[in-house]
């Protein structure tokens, strides 16, 4: 069984930034890829971000690229997400999850590609 846990979320104004940790407990996962989901109020969960285990595979929506930076530090079981110039449309729970065994890279973005999820983090980003 594992289990994620996310933190960091919270208020900023845009502009400013934020930085989000993902901490899995359970079972060893660190070859799997985890990823970064967010979804607003009345719209589908959509994919952020997905880093592989070894940190070769990343990728970002086009809406966070290059301010958006995921990392992950296996040793540690955990996922960071920073977030910076962010914006009102970031607005949404975000939610880390950790990929599946079937996971194919060329499938990255799919929700159904991954196992397990947190429970979500809410950030507000005020204008």
């Known amino acids: 069984h594992v289990q994620l846990v996310e933190s960091g979320g919270g208020l900023a104004q845009a502009g400013g930034s934020l930085r989000l940790s993902c901490a899995a407990s359970?079972?060893?996962?660190?070859?799997?890829?985890m990823g970064w989901f967010r979804q607003a109020p009345g719209k589908e969960r959509e994919f952020v971000t997905v880093?592989?285990?070894?940190?070769?595979?990343?990728d970002y929506a086009e809406s966070v690229k290059g301010r958006f930076t995921i990392s992950r530090d296996n040793a540690k079981k955990t996922v960071y997400l920073q977030m910076d110039s962010l914006k009102s449309e970031d607005t949404a729970v975000y939610y880390c999850?950790?990929?599946?065994?079937?996971?194919?890279?060329?499938?990255?973005?799919?929700?159904?590609?991954?196992?397990?999820w947190g429970q979500g983090t809410q950030v507000t980003v005020s204008s």
């Open positions: 999850a950790v990929a599946g065994r079937l996971w194919r890279p060329t499938l990255r973005r799919l929700p159904s590609q991954y196992e397990y």
């Open positions: 359970g079972r060893t996962f660190s070859r799997n890829p």
């Open positions: 880093i592989s285990w070894s940190g070769g595979i990343i």
